[in-house]
């Protein structure tokens, strides 16, 4: 039996040393001083002794046994150790290195702009409306004085997606401008009022780098007692001095519009020449913005107000377009490509 517990000693010994990771340490423990490891068996072979060998058989067994446990214990030591130092160097930071910001997304240009144009607004005392994208040919055209035979109702204008018109209100309609919702505030809060409706609307038109099916627009729309087109001379002038931060004035020229009686233009004094001729203006000084005049009495009819008793006027201008001018854009599908360089610059 004393040869026996010698062979086990060295294989054991053999054993510990040859485990390269704790895991394979931990089998060589199951193996061997687990209650049903190779120690244990040994240890109960004793009772096949006799009563004057067993003492001093069963003693070199358990100093055998301790002198093993010991070297195991300083073999894992070892192997903890040099797990820690691994996985340290893996892990290793360099604390003076300097920190890197997290990177930040960019609200879109159109999406700042027109929040830009929404504060300014509102603080000269016009409500933010909105209203739905698929609307009716009503509102998107009969009430704001536009007629059934008007070229604006062609399918080669306009993209129509109910071919079964309501018996009041026609079909449905992604709308053109966003002009519809001028007649459904209006009939739903009277007069006076004061709005601004931004929002995206949808042209059925060729697509290249000055136009796209899909655009975004600003409509105004001021209502009361004693309103004239020096009211609007003076609000626009305001809104595009506090836009581009600059004293920036504004002529009108004559223009036609449907749902106006007058129509006009407005244009605003070119800002990268101070209006003293360039490329961007076209050599006159002028860049032309957006088309306005006061509202027609139709209009005010479709809306439920008095004509006799109210006036208005009414204005709309290409967000996109304004974006376009201010950052100097040249191709409006930019916008909408989703790129992320193109994103990263605003």
């Known amino acids: 039996m004393e040869e026996k517990l010698k062979e086990l000693e060295a294989k054991v010994k053999i054993a510990i040393a040859a485990a390269k990771t704790l895991s394979e340490l931990q089998e060589v423990h199951n193996l061997y001083f687990s209650r049903k490891g190779e120690l244990a068996g040994l240890m109960n072979e004793l009772a096949k002794l006799s009563s004057a060998e067993r003492p001093k058989m069963g003693q070199a067994i358990n100093s055998a046994k301790v002198a093993l446990l010991t070297e195991f214990e300083q073999k894992q030591s070892e192997l903890k150790r040099a797990e820690m130092e691994s996985q340290l160097e893996e892990e290793w930071v360099d604390i003076t290195a300097p920190g890197v910001d997290g990177h930040r997304g960019h609200i879109h240009p159109l999406s700042q702009v027109q929040q830009e144009v929404e504060e300014i607004f509102s603080s000269m005392g016009f409500e933010i409306k909105d209203g739905p994208e698929v609307e009716s040919e009503y509102f998107n055209f009969e009430g704001l004085n536009i007629p059934a035979s008007h070229p604006a109702r062609d399918m080669q204008d306009t993209f129509f997606v109910d071919e079964n018109p309501d018996k009041d209100f026609g079909r449905l309609v992604l709308r053109t401008h966003t002009s519809p919702v001028q007649v459904r505030t209006m009939q739903a809060e009277g007069a006076p009022l004061r709005i601004i409706v931004p929002g995206r609307v949808f042209r059925y038109e060729a697509t290249d780098a000055s136009h796209d099916s899909t655009f975004y627009q600003v409509e105004g729309l001021l209502v009361d007692e004693d309103i004239s087109l020096a009211h609007l001379k003076g609000v626009m002038e305001e809104f595009l001095t506090r836009l581009f931060q600059k004293e920036v004035h504004v002529r009108f020229r004559p223009g036609y519009f449907p749902f106006v009686e007058p129509g006009l233009e407005l244009d605003f004094g070119c800002l990268l020449c101070e209006q003293k ?21 139709f209009v005010l009819k479709a809306g439920g107000i008095n004509p006799e008793k109210y006036q208005g006027w009414a204005f709309g201008f290409g967000l996109t377009r304004l974006v376009m001018m201010r950052h100097r854009i040249p191709d409006i599908r930019l916008n909408f490509g989703g790129d992320v360089r193109f994103l990263n610059q605003f």
């Open 277 to 297: 001729g360039c490329k961007t203006c076209k050599f006159t000084g002028w860049i032309e913005f957006m088309g306005a005049g006061m509202v027609h009495p």
